[in-house]
T-cell receptor
Framework: TQLLEQSPQFLSIQEGENLTVYCNSSSVFSSLQWYRQEPGEGPVLLVTVVTGGEVKKLKRLTFQFGDARKDSSLHITAAQPGDTGLYLCAGQETSGSRLTFGEGTQLTVNP | DAGVTQSPTHLIKTRGQHVTLRCSPISGHKSVSWYQQVLGQGPQFIFQYYEKEERGRGNFPDRFSARQFPNYSSELNVNALLLGDSALYLC???????????FGSGTRLTVV
């Protein structure tokens, strides 16, 4: 079973600050996906990165896939209270049958 | 377009009982996956079905079973419920795994 380590587990920051969430594994994934989950809801897909070294930007969010396709990071610039939520990274195993999730990063952005 | 729909939204069962959870994927999605999410943790993979065939199974006991119907909807069955089965059960559908998954809002199962 492939494992994904996500850090930090909890993050509480002030509005306007920047932050980075890391997702690391010793295994290679065919893609790395980032989701955001609100309480009582299912995860919502933010982005999928497929190519090693790939960088994708979604407004104030920047996602990067490591060159070896084993790790990824999510950087948020000028965080806003609306960014509050549980951020999950997930690796699509090369067999194609499952997503392996990290433990999640609970982000709280205080006004 | 309707997203992934799951039913019921909440369920309370007694230890030893059986439960059936249901999922309807997005129209056109032939792949359905099931995940268990315990409070404070990331979702854990249970099953994946594609075109009515099981394509993957996670590290869950045989008490857990699933199936997919010709219309691509799916059921997750759990027998002999244990307190530790209390969790949010999520269903996800996709066109292709690397394109990402659409999750339903889940079924909150409480075993007492």
């Amino acid at each position: 079973t492939q494992l994904l380590e996500q850090s930090p587990q909890f993050l509480s920051i002030q509005e306007g600050e920047n932050l980075t969430v890391y997702c690391n594994s010793s295994s290679v994934f065919s893609s790395l996906q980032w989701y955001r989950q609100e309480p009582g809801e299912g995860p919502v897909l933010l982005v999928t990165v497929v190519t090693g070294g790939e960088v994708k930007k979604l407004k104030r969010l920047t996602f990067q896939f490591g060159d070896a396709r084993k790790d990824s990071s999510l950087h948020i610039t000028a965080a806003q209270p609306g960014d509050t939520g549980l951020y999950l990274c997930a690796g699509q195993e090369t067999s194609g049958s499952r997503l392996t999730f990290g433990e999640g990063t609970q982000l709280t952005v205080n006004p | 377009d309707a997203g992934v729909t799951q039913s019921p939204t909440h369920l309370i069962k007694t230890r030893g009982q059986h439960v059936t959870l249901r999922c309807s994927p997005i129209s056109g999605h032939k792949s359905v996956s099931w995940y268990q999410q315990v409070l404070g943790q990331g979702p854990q993979f249970i099953f994946q079905y594609y075109e009515k065939e099981e394509r993957g199974r996670g590290n869950f006991p045989d008490r857990f079973s699933a199936r997919q119907f010709p219309n691509y909807s799916s059921e997750l069955n759990v027998n002999a419920l244990l307190l530790g089965d209390s969790a949010l059960y999520l269903c996800a559908s996709s066109l292709a795994g690397d394109l990402g998954y659409t999750f339903g809002s889940g079924t909150r199962l409480t075993v007492v």
